[in-house]
């Protein structure tokens, strides 16, 4: 049994708000000076050890994995993610111009962070996209091993996370490391292998 495909208006809808969701994730976090896991936790490391804008600096790093993505997952997985990451980029520089958040607590960044951060990667993983980087790994493993695409981010964000300790403080880190579980726990809880891939 195949799965149905999205419609092209589905897709770009799914595009759209996941990106948002996870762009607003990106807000939270960057407020509380906290950081996530996978491409946009590296993002986060260049970022504060720089001061590069954010999204100049997602769209850079992701530049490499679209090769990769190609090859492996195919041309409209590609695009897709192409889009996703130029959105997620544009977002998380003009969310800081339409939101003012003058004081959120380090503990609920970490946790409202993560979860809407894998709300909006689960969005477009099931619309067959992603976020680029160590996303892309992992839905490939997820699709040709069966492993489960949260368990792969879960052990490559926890080592990003860490990296963290020569950046900023040890409870950051740590909240850092709850913000990426909490992440991580959406995606495991929620997609399955081979419930939204065709064979």
């Given at each position: 049994m ?18 948002l ?18 491409t ?11 001061g ?36 997620l ?5 003009l ?54 695409a ?34 991580n ?15």
């Open positions: 195949t799965t149905p495909r999205h419609h092209v208006l589905e897709d770009a809808q799914a595009l759209l708000t996941g990106t969701l996870f762009a607003l994730a990106i807000l939270f976090l960057r407020q509380a000076g906290l950081l996530t896991g996978g946009a936790g590296l993002t986060f490391l260049a970022y504060y050890a720089s590069i804008p954010f999204g100049v600096l997602y769209f850079l790093i992701n530049i490499p994995f679209y090769i990769f993505g190609l090859k492996a997952l195919g041309k409209a997985f590609t695009l897709k993610t192409f889009c996703a990451v130029g959105l980029s544009l977002y998380s520089e969310l800081p111009q339409w939101i003012s958040i003058e004081r959120i607590h380090p503990l609920f960044a970490a946790v409202i962070g993560g979860l809407l951060a894998g709300a909006g990667l689960l969005m477009l993983i099931r619309h067959q996209a992603s976020l680029g980087g160590l996303g892309v790994m992992a839905i490939y493993l997820q699709k040709t091993k069966g492993w489960r949260g368990n792969i981010q879960m052990v490559a964000d926890g080592f990003i996370v860490l990296g963290a300790l020569f950046i900023v403080d040890i409870e950051k880190v740590a909240l850092s490391i709850l913000g990426a579980f909490m992440l726990l959406v995606l495991t809880i929620n997609h399955k292998p081979g419930r939204y891939f065709g064979q």
